[in-house]
């Protein structure tokens, strides 16, 4: 069983920083994806960063490229990602998302909790 619980979530002023961790346990695909979303009230889940494997490929939207980093600690079964420049409309309840794949190309999907983000002006 796939779990997955995210960390790292707080207020901060604008211009600042956070850095947000997804702990993932009972995944160990060679084959994988993993994710970040976020969701602010009233508004849609939306993509902000991923992390691919094998490649170790990294994709971002327009409104966090260049202020986001996503990245994984394989040591410890981490993924992280750096906020840095954040903006009020940066707030949202920040989501992790793992996607592990078989060799038959099925996968096994899991979310996190999520971990709320503020972004005081």
């Known amino acids: 069983q796939v779990q997955v619980v995210e960390s790292g979530g707080g207020l901060v002023q604008s211009g600042g920083s956070l850095t947000l961790s997804c702990a993932v346990s009972g995944f160990t695909f060679s084959r994988y994806a993993m994710s970040w979303y976020r969701q602010a009230p009233g508004k849609e889940r939306t993509l902000v960063a991923t992390?691919?494997?094998?490649?170790?490929?990294?994709n971002y939207p327009d409104s966090v490229k260049g202020r986001f980093t996503i990245s994984r600690d394989n040591a410890k079964n981490t993924v992280i990602l750096q906020m840095n420049s954040l903006r009020p409309e940066d707030t949202a309840v920040y989501y992790c998302?793992?996607?592990?794949?078989?060799?038959?190309?099925?996968?096994?999907?899991?979310w996190g909790q999520g971990t709320q983000v503020t972004v005081s002006s």
């Open positions: 998302y793992a996607v592990g794949y078989y060799t038959d190309n099925t996968s096994i999907r899991s």
């Open positions: 992390f691919t494997s094998p490649g170790g490929m990294t």
